[in-house]
């Protein structure tokens, strides 16, 4: 597998954004289905070992995605997303929060905006996450988009213990 | 134990991590920040004095008032705590990558 793909990631926090792109080896219409598709986003969104469960998925304008991220603990993280725009195979947003397992979306959230762009069978992905306050910022990264979460923690109490000793 | 003052320590906590992203667009009388949390005067107060140990912020006086700003010097020890996430976007984006190889390779 080619491990020169294109990655940048920068958190902008004076515009509250978090800007993400990515290159694939892969054509677009399969980079859109893993992106779009159930089945398949939930191999991959969760960073392991936290798994990604959705519990239902309704990919069209005004239409929910409801899951969660599962921690090694059975610990589960609940988020909501809101289509607000499908240009198939183009472009797709949407609106997500932090949730609890009843659906209830805890304010505020943040808005994402997916491009996608094939050139030579390669297909770039850009990803923007604007969050509409900086508690909400703040809050994302403290749970390291969830997922990620124990892993930073983990890391800081690493770094906390080698300081320490 | 000798009490740590280091900015591990300073971005351990949700609330002065959240007072250094409110400080890196402007600086900000001591009033202003704690007018953006819900928690007391007191609490936030004690957070930016922390965070002054830390030398992650710095006060300026300014006519009667203090002003904190940020220490962008320090601040560089922090972008590798941003470095995390970008960490977390990378497994997720390699997870993916071993999804799409499967996918083409079952399609042949």
Same mark, same amino acid.
């Given at each position: =597998?080619?491990?020169?793909?294109?990655? /940048?990631?920068?958190?902008?926090?004076? %515009?509250?954004?978090?800007?993400?792109?990515?290159?694939? /080896?892969a054509d677009?219409s399969?980079?859109?289905d893993?992106?779009? @598709?159930?089945e *398949?986003?939930?191999?991959?969104?969760?960073?392991?070992?936290?798994? %990604?469960?959705?519990?239902?998925?309704?990919?069209?304008?005004?239409?929910?995605?409801f899951?969660?991220?599962?921690?090694p603990?059975?610990?589960?993280?609940?988020?909501i997303? @809101? &289509?607000? %725009?499908?240009?198939?195979?183009?472009?797709? @947003? &949407?609106w997500?929060?932090?949730?609890d @397992? /009843?659906?209830?979306?805890?304010l505020?959230?943040?808005?994402? /905006?997916?491009?996608?762009?094939?050139?030579?069978?390669?297909?770039?992905?850009? *990803?923007? *996450? &604007?969050?509409? %306050?900086?508690?909400?910022?703040?809050? =994302?990264i403290?749970?390291?988009?969830?997922g990620?979460?124990?892993?930073?923690?983990? &890391?800081?109490?690493?770094l906390l213990?080698? *300081?320490?000793? | 134990?000798?009490? +740590? +003052?280091?900015v #591990?320590?300073?971005i351990?906590?949700?609330?002065?991590?959240?007072?250094?992203?409110?400080?890196?667009s402007?600086a900000?009388?001591?009033?202003?920040?704690?007018?953006e #949390?819900?928690t007391?005067? !007191?609490?936030?107060?004690?957070?930016?004095?922390?965070?002054?140990?830390?030398?992650?912020v710095? !006060?300026?006086?300014?006519g009667?008032?203090i002003?904190?700003?940020i220490?962008?010097?320090?601040?560089?020890?922090?972008d590798?705590?941003?470095? !995390?996430?970008?960490k977390?976007?990378?497994?997720? #984006?390699?997870?993916?990558?071993?999804?799409?190889?499967t996918?083409?390779?079952?399609?042949?």
């Open positions: =597998m080619k491990n020169n793909l294109l990655f /940048d990631f920068t958190v902008d926090k004076a %515009s509250k954004t978090v800007f993400v792109n990515r290159e694939f /080896d677009l399969l980079v859109w893993a992106f779009t @598709k159930q *398949i986003l939930d191999q991959w969104w969760a960073p392991k070992p936290w798994e %990604s469960k959705t519990k239902f998925m309704n990919f069209k304008v005004a239409g929910k995605r899951y969660a991220m599962v921690g603990e059975g610990q589960e993280h609940w988020s997303q @809101k &289509y607000t %725009s499908i240009t198939p195979k183009t472009n797709f @947003k &949407y997500n929060a932090f949730a @397992k /009843d659906e209830n979306p805890e505020p959230g943040s808005e994402w /905006d997916l491009n996608f762009n094939e050139q030579d069978g390669m297909t770039t992905v850009n *990803i923007t *996450i &604007y969050n509409e %306050s900086l508690q909400r910022m703040e809050q =994302m403290e749970m390291g988009f969830q990620g979460f124990t892993m930073t923690l983990n &890391y800081l109490e690493e213990t080698r *300081i320490n000793h | 134990m000798e009490i +740590r +003052r280091d #591990f320590q300073a351990a906590d949700p609330t002065r991590r959240a007072i250094l992203l409110l400080l890196a402007q900000m009388a001591p009033n202003a920040i704690a007018e #949390f819900h007391s005067r !007191q609490a936030v107060s004690k957070h930016i004095q922390i965070l002054t140990e830390c030398e992650l710095k !006060q300026e006086q300014k009667r008032e002003y904190y700003h220490n962008a010097h320090k601040m560089k020890e922090i590798k705590w941003i470095e !995390q996430f970008k977390i976007w990378e497994t997720r #984006f390699n997870q993916l990558d071993i999804v799409l190889s996918i083409k390779k079952q399609k042949k």
